[in-house]
């Protein structure tokens, strides 16, 4: 059975692979594979290993008619067509949990590198334009001790808000259900998202990306922050409406914000967001360590081996296959 690989991966996760598999594998590291190329390799696949950048559509499940397992690198699947996967009964695998911590770490990254200018600071220097020590000379906003807002309180939100209790954060919360374990162990106050917004000095945006939650912060939203409040978002760019978020930025309605994913990605060095200073900007590296990469891999390639074998995959988001 032939296995296709969207994205180069190292060679100890695919080497087991190669004596029960016919393996077909996209070679250039960080450009995507052609959709025209994609569509030809598909057609006689088993299965495909994918990732957020691949739209694995209608037209593409049509076209491959011997497919059995769809496994995507990563916990989001909106690039994929649920429906009619499920149609074809193929079951879609993904990846959630282990890379909780990691894209935990590196939001609060992005809250420390926005709150403190540390991009902004890199850049003085660059330019030579440090002259001399002045007493407000790039002057930020303060961490420990601030109120953080986390909408989207999974496992991710609970990793953000362990770090911001380790900074005596005040940690709030605005989520579809209270997390009784959110309140109990990390102090995390439920509030609605208006509350949050207004209250928050950290806004960070962890929801998941759904119908309900398109572009669920805009220029209402923006507006009942603070002038001295920042936005962080890690979870997905359709969740933001980009123009609101640009306004809200250049006009100083907010003071700054930490992105590592965009609408429309990848995005290039001429989007509006990045000619702002008061932007830190990431290409959606949330999970990019090289443990957590490993273990996504690996987990990604078991739902494969499983669906190819006719089993139940460890993690699959249509699991009525089963029923």
Same mark, same amino acid.
């Given at each position: 059975?032939?296995?296709?690989?969207?994205?180069?991966?190292?060679?100890?996760?695919?080497?087991?692979?190669?004596?029960?598999?016919?393996?077909?594998?996209?070679?250039?590291?960080?450009?995507?594979?052609?959709?025209?190329?994609?569509?030809?390799?598909?057609? !006689?696949?088993?299965?495909?290993?994918?990732?957020?950048? $691949?739209?694995? *559509?209608?037209?593409?499940? /049509?076209?491959?008619?011997?497919?059995?397992?769809?496994?995507?690198?990563?916990?989001?699947? *909106?690039?994929?067509?649920? $429906? =009619?996967?499920?149609?074809?009964?193929?079951?879609?695998?993904?990846?959630?949990?282990?890379?909780? /911590?990691?894209?935990? !770490?590196?939001?609060?990254?992005?809250?420390?590198?926005?709150?403190?200018?540390?991009?902004?600071? &890199?850049?003085?220097?660059?330019?030579? =334009?440090?002259?001399?020590? #002045?007493?407000?000379?790039?002057?930020?906003?303060?961490?420990? %001790?601030?109120?953080? %807002?986390?909408?989207?309180?999974?496992?991710?939100?609970?990793?953000?808000?362990?770090?911001?209790?380790?900074?005596? &954060?005040?940690?709030?919360?605005? @989520?579809?259900?209270?997390?009784?374990?959110?309140? =109990?162990?990390?102090?995390?106050?439920?509030?609605?998202?208006?509350?949050?917004?207004?209250?928050?000095?950290?806004?960070?945006?962890?929801?998941?990306?759904?119908?309900?939650?398109?572009? &669920?912060?805009?220029?209402?939203?923006?507006?009942?922050?603070?002038?001295?409040?920042?936005?962080?978002?890690?979870?997905?760019?359709?969740?933001? *409406?980009?123009?609101?978020?640009? /306004?809200?930025?250049?006009?100083? =309605?907010?003071?700054?914000? #930490?992105?590592?994913?965009?609408?429309?990605?990848?995005?290039?060095? $001429?989007?509006?967001?990045?000619?702002?200073? @008061?932007?830190?900007?990431?290409?959606?590296? #949330?999970?990019? *360590?090289?443990?957590?990469?490993?273990?996504?891999?690996?987990?990604?390639?078991?739902?494969?081996?499983?669906?190819?074998? %006719?089993?139940?995959?460890?993690?699959?988001?249509?699991?009525?296959?089963?029923?």
């Amino acid at each position: 059975m032939k296995i296709l690989f969207t994205r180069k991966l190292p060679e100890k996760l695919i080497e087991p692979l190669k004596e029960r598999y016919t393996i077909s594998m996209w070679t250039e590291e960080n450009d995507p594979m052609p959709r025209e190329l994609l569509l030809k390799e598909v057609a !006689d696949a088993d299965a495909i290993f994918t990732n957020v950048a $691949d739209q694995i *559509d209608k037209e593409l499940i /049509e076209q491959a008619k011997s497919l059995k397992v769809i496994s995507t690198m990563a916990v989001g699947y *909106d690039n994929i067509d649920i $429906d =009619e996967a499920t149609k074809r009964r193929i079951p879609v695998g993904h990846t959630p949990g282990v890379l909780s /911590e990691a894209t935990a !770490d590196l939001t609060f990254a992005l809250l420390m590198a926005t709150g403190r200018r540390i991009t902004e600071g &890199m850049d003085v220097i660059r330019r030579n =334009e440090w002259k001399s020590w #002045g007493p407000f000379l790039l002057t930020g906003q303060s961490v420990y %001790g601030a109120t953080i %807002g986390i909408i989207g309180m999974g496992r991710i939100g609970q990793g953000v808000a362990r770090r911001a209790k380790g900074f005596n &954060m005040n940690i709030l919360y605005h @989520n579809r259900s209270r997390n009784p374990v959110a309140e =109990e162990e990390l102090g995390a106050t439920y509030c609605s998202l208006e509350e949050l917004l207004q209250q928050a000095d950290y806004v960070v945006l962890l929801a998941p990306s759904t119908p309900e939650t398109r572009r &669920m912060i805009g220029r209402e939203q923006f507006a009942l922050m603070k002038k001295s409040s920042i936005f962080i978002n890690t979870s997905r760019g359709t969740n933001v *409406d980009e123009q609101a978020l640009y /306004e809200a930025l250049k006009s100083n =309605e907010i003071f700054a914000a #930490g992105l590592d994913v965009f609408e429309t990605e990848p995005i290039t060095a $001429d989007h509006p967001l990045l000619q702002l200073d @008061n932007v830190v900007a990431l290409p959606h590296i #949330g999970s990019a *360590d090289i443990e957590t990469r490993m273990v996504m891999g690996r987990l990604a390639i078991q739902n494969i081996e499983k669906g190819l074998a %006719g089993e139940r995959l460890i993690h699959c988001v249509n699991e009525e296959l089963y029923k």
